[in-house]
């Protein structure tokens, strides 16, 4: 459109204005925020930015090729990943708390992106030095800061440790006049795939927190499972855009009994918490047909060893949270 147009060639040349002919840096959390910001600067100076996504092994089935497949086929942008799933299951073992995962998850993000921008700031030519980081800040996160904010927003004008007079990047924010609506549109503008453009709220921590219990490998793995066929099934039925977002929770710590083929099981519950809501600070649980919820019961309980029941979380925020922990 005209609009977002006019808005992608202001924002350009204000970036190309900023950054000048040295190079930024550019996080990726599988979000929206990011891959636009990250979009609309490969845009303006090219491979002069260079984005860095960490896996942490956190993420549903398909997130972390979307952006290092998908992101990339369609922008052409210069992507380090780094696979550090192995280093957050080490640092999350025996861990259930809820704050103590998510501060153990958000820590070792920091570790892992901080060591990787020092590896690219070591690499870059001293004459075309990395002095900016490209944050996919909202102008709603301004006017209200706090509140929905990830592991992946890295605090302003932080320092690299361990660098040479300790580093400071200046930020590069071109989305900070805009709505998420707005956003989205920029998105769509620049060739974003809809997966990414119209992705719903998905926490940091990730799936880290959707495992009530501690968190290992074989439990993320059965998660992953159960999480994608409801996935696939609210997106069948066209619910994507009437639901905001629909957490799919593994009780990892409980196991009740059930009956399948000639035999007695004793597995784990999966929830079902399909909300509406306009900005997540307050949400209702969503009305959803029940033969949609019959399928995606059907399909995990078939499909999905180890998982013998399906409950729907009928629960509004407040009282309940949206995410489980
Ligand atoms: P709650 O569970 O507090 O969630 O009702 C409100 C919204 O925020 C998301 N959420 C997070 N997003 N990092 C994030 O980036 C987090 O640690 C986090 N915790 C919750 C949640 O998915 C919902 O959209």
């Keep these: 459109s005209w609009t977002m147009g006019s808005i992608i060639e202001e924002q350009i040349a204000a970036i190309r204005e900023q950054v000048g002919n040295k190079r930024a840096i550019c996080g990726l959390s599988g979000g929206v925020d990011s891959a636009v910001a990250a979009a609309l600067v490969q845009k303006a100076i090219g491979d002069q930015l260079t984005c860095v996504y960490v896996d942490h092994g956190l993420m549903r089935k398909g997130e972390s090729e979307q952006v290092e497949k998908d992101f990339v086929a369609a922008t052409g942008v210069q992507l380090k990943v780094v696979d550090a799933q192995e280093r957050f299951l080490a640092a999350l073992a025996g861990v259930s708390e809820p704050e103590a995962k998510r501060k153990i998850i958000g820590r070792e993000f920091i570790r892992v992106f901080e060591q990787a921008q020092a590896e690219i700031v070591a690499e870059a030519p001293n004459d075309h030095p990395v002095a900016f980081l490209v944050q996919g800040t909202l102008y709603p996160d301004i006017v209200e800061s706090g509140g929905g904010t990830g592991t992946a927003n890295i605090k302003s004008h932080h320092n690299v440790g361990g660098l040479p007079d300790d580093i400071e990047f200046e930020l590069v924010e071109p989305l900070r006049q805009l709505f998420k609506d707005e956003v989205r549109m920029v998105g769509s ?85 399909p909300v509406s809501s306009e900005d997540a600070m307050t949400a209702d649980w969503t009305r959803m047909p029940y033969d949609v919820l019959a399928r995606i019961s059907t399909r995990i309980t078939n499909e999905v060893a180890d998982v013998n029941r399906v409950v729907l979380d009928v629960t509004s925020k407040p009282p309940g949270t949206i995410e489980w922990e």
Excluded: M, N
């Design 189 to 273: 503008e620049l060739g974003l795939p809809d997966e990414i453009v119209h992705r719903q709220p998905f926490p940091g921590p990730g799936l880290g927190i959707r495992i009530v219990g501690e968190v290992t490998k074989d439990r993320l793995d059965l998660l992953r499972e159960a999480d994608a066929i409801a996935r696939e099934e609210l997106t069948a039925a066209g619910l994507d855009r009437e639901i905001w977002q629909c957490p799919v929770v593994l009780l990892a710590d409980v196991r009740s009994v059930g009956v399948q083929g000639d035999g007695r099981t004793y597995g784990h519950p999966i929830v079902l918490r």
